[in-house]
């Protein structure tokens, strides 16, 4: 029986590929450089929103002729000014949130990106209410996927690592799982670096928010489909 659930945030509750690729290429073109296409930038995301610029300066000044700090500080503004902005929840999103919090399921939501940025991403969108707690990448002192973060939501809210589950879409979300021995969960949709994260072989892969809810509400009742290679 699931008591905790655990979502992580970009690429599998909401889609905030559009605005963190409007953030960094503000950011390059403050500093004169050439900005990027938004798939390139989507492949950077999951280590938080600073990691992924750092990420990309390797790429785009190789020579490191800027210095790094005044970019990241430049970046934090035009992100703060971005988050939530455009970000939207995936298809049956708060159908299900609202579906689980209903039947008393504890839910968190555990991301690598910056507690405030992923708090106005959670009130941007109206999702915020839903979730008893939040842990950004800076929230503790480890981040996905140390297992000590899962282990933290799961005390927090109450339950044991073989009452929870953890759904995300990268493999840094399925990793986070593992080590903290919660169920891992995916969803197709998302990031993971343009890799299917099916190839990960998640225990569990759904297609839809719904087919989360009915997991968890009815576990004996819904067929779910595993990923490739599981048997």
Known sequence: MIEVLSFDLDGTLVD???????AVND??????????AQAEIEALIGAGTRELMR???ARVDPRQRLHEPAVLRRFEQHYAAHAGGAAQPYPGCVATLR???????RLACVTNKEQRHAQRVLD????APYFELL??????????PDARVLRHVVAALGSRPAHAAHVG?????????????VADW??????????????????????????IAAAVLAPSAVPVRRAAGLH
Do not use: C, H, M
């Open 16 to 22: 905030t590929g559009g605005e963190i690729a409007g």
């Open 124 to 127: 941007a969108t109206a999702l």
């Open 169 to 181: 879409d990268s493999q840094t979300d399925l990793a986070v799982a593992r080590n903290a021995g």
């Open 99 to 105: 579906q689980l919090r209903a039947a008393d399921v």
């Open 55 to 57: 990420r990309l300066l």
């Open 27 to 36: 950011t390059l073109r403050d500093f004169a450089l050439a900005p990027r």
């Open 135 to 144: 842990v950004g990448g800076d929230t503790l002192a480890w981040k996905k």
């Open 186 to 211: 995916a969803v197709p949709w998302g990031y993971n670096a343009g890799t299917p994260i099916a190839q990960a072989q998640p225990t569990r892969l759904f297609d839809s928010f719904a087919a």
